[in-house]
């Protein structure tokens, strides 16, 4: 089950989180839970392992702004670097770096959605 301290435990800066959900827990974790379960995770896999830059750069964006609004740090990392190196090559193949950003935030998706 999910909590707070595991959250703390994992590198998720639950403080700013908190603050962003009017510090209440409950809502905080249920905010969480929506991010862990949001689909542009599966749409960032589909469009890394079909090569489409421009909508692995949609999806890692869309990841961006919501893993970070609940300060999931572990993840939010490797997807706002992935978000950026993307935006500056919708129009090439995926670089190679990209690929290990995306195996990383998948990692990191793992072990969040497994606290």
Do not use: W
């Amino acid at each position: 089950m999910l909590t707070l301290d595991a959250l703390r435990a994992y590198g998720a800066n639950v403080d700013d989180g908190l603050a962003r959900c009017i510090n209440n827990g409950d809502f905080y974790l249920r905010m969480v839970n929506m991010v862990l379960a949001d689909k542009n995770f599966d749409k960032l896999k589909a469009a890394m392992d079909a090569g489409d830059t421009p909508a692995a750069f949609e999806a890692a964006h869309a990841l961006k702004g919501a893993v970070g609004n609940v300060s999931l740090t572990p993840v939010f990392e490797p997807v706002c670097k992935l978000s950026d190196m993307l935006k500056g090559h919708t129009d090439q193949p995926i670089p190679s770096q990209c690929r290990l950003l995306a195996e990383e935030v998948f990692d990191q998706l793992e072990k969040a959605r497994n606290l």
